[in-house]
């Protein structure tokens, strides 16, 4: 269940910033955020299982971001990894089979550009308008409650002019259970209704949050949390992106 808000183009000072949850069974193995060694200059986390991560940047001036979305058959085995989607589109490779994935909601960032890619009901790529943006595992921009929650803090952020990324963390801290008073029943069932899930089997292993500024300087922050929500590590890497983000864009011919 994980959750995610993304400012694009929406204020004078930041091009992109990104605040959310990666939400995992506690069993599945990862690493933590880091510049990956193989070549592809991927700054990420890694599913040791899948191969591929859940959110991730290069200096090239990428950003992809992927959630599962929540069909009521679940996820089929032996489909190829939706992680493995995110390390194509970093890399500018043509992913393969997006249309035999398990379903997913996708932001790329790239050449200047931001778009949502899905592959259900049918497979779709639609440009992102200069704006907050919510992802979760329902519909792109549905207003789920704990989707709004972050959203709003994003606003916030930016209201504030604030420049320290860390100040966003809290928010993805949040254990209230978030609920639409008019509509109880909109988004997921209640033990999924927080921004963070504290659940010793399967919760919030994760809070990232990315910020890059008009000049192209970055920074990425990542919270890791144990089974019983404990702190275990916090890592911060800065990077920088073309001004310009001059480019070719991935070649996406199935969308």
Same mark, same amino acid.
């Given at each position: 269940?994980?959750?995610?808000?993304?400012?694009?183009?929406?204020?004078?000072?930041?091009?992109?910033?990104?605040?959310?949850?990666?939400?995992?069974?506690?069993?599945?193995?990862?690493?933590?955020?880091?510049?990956?060694?193989?070549?592809?200059?991927?700054?990420?986390?890694?599913?040791?299982?899948?191969?591929?991560?859940? @959110?991730? *940047?290069?200096? #090239? =001036?990428?950003?992809?971001?992927? %959630? $599962?979305?929540?069909?009521? &058959?679940?996820?089929?085995?032996?489909?190829?990894?939706?992680?493995?989607?995110?390390?194509?589109?970093?890399?500018?490779?043509?992913?393969?089979?997006?249309?035999?994935?398990?379903?997913?909601? @996708?932001? *790329?960032?790239? #050449? =200047?550009?931001?778009?949502?890619? %899905? $592959?259900?009901?049918?497979? &779709?790529?639609?440009?992102?308008?200069?704006?907050?943006?919510?992802?979760?595992?329902?519909?792109?921009?549905?207003?789920?409650?704990?989707?709004?929650?972050?959203?709003?803090?994003?606003?916030?952020?930016?209201?504030?002019?604030?420049?320290?990324?860390?100040?966003?963390?809290?928010?993805?801290?949040? &254990?209230?259970?978030?609920?639409?008073?008019?509509?109880?029943?909109?988004?997921?069932?209640?033990?999924?209704?927080?921004?963070?899930?504290?659940?010793?089997?399967?919760?919030?292993?994760?809070?990232?949050?990315?910020?890059?500024?008009?000049?192209?300087?970055?920074?990425?922050?990542?919270?890791?949390?144990?089974?019983?929500?404990?702190?275990?590590?916090?890592?911060?890497?800065?990077?920088?992106?073309?001004?310009?983000?001059?480019?070719?864009?991935?070649?996406?011919?199935?969308?």
């Amino acid at each position: 269940m994980c959750v995610a808000a993304l400012a694009w183009d929406a204020h004078p000072s930041w091009l992109l910033v990104c605040a959310g949850n990666r939400d995992e069974f506690h069993a599945r193995p990862a690493a933590p955020l880091s510049r990956w060694t193989d070549g592809t200059g991927i700054l990420a986390g890694t599913d040791l299982t899948g191969g591929g991560t859940w @959110l991730g *940047l290069t200096d #090239a =001036g990428r950003f992809a971001l992927v %959630t $599962n979305y929540r069909v009521p &058959e679940g996820p089929q085995p032996g489909r190829p990894s939706r992680g493995r989607l995110v390390t194509d589109l970093l890399t500018g490779t043509q992913p393969d089979s997006m249309a035999a994935m398990n379903p997913f909601n @996708l932001v *790329l960032v790239e #050449a =200047g550009s931001a778009w949502f890619l %899905t $592959n259900h009901p049918q497979l &779709e790529r639609r440009r992102l308008t200069p704006g907050i943006h919510g992802l979760s595992n329902g519909g792109f921009d549905v207003p789920w409650p704990k989707t709004v929650q972050v959203e709003r803090a994003v606003e916030q952020w930016l209201a504030r002019g604030e420049t320290d990324v860390s100040a966003l963390l809290p928010a993805l801290r949040d &254990e209230t259970p978030a609920v639409d008073s008019a509509r109880p029943h909109h988004g997921p069932e209640p033990r999924f209704a927080p921004v963070f899930i504290r659940n010793e089997i399967y919760g919030t292993r994760c809070s990232t949050v990315v910020a890059i500024s008009r000049d192209g300087h970055g920074t990425i922050v990542e919270r890791s949390f144990s089974p019983e929500g404990h702190v275990t590590g916090v890592r911060k890497e800065y990077f920088t992106w073309p001004v310009s983000q001059a480019g070719q864009e991935t070649d996406m011919t199935g969308f």
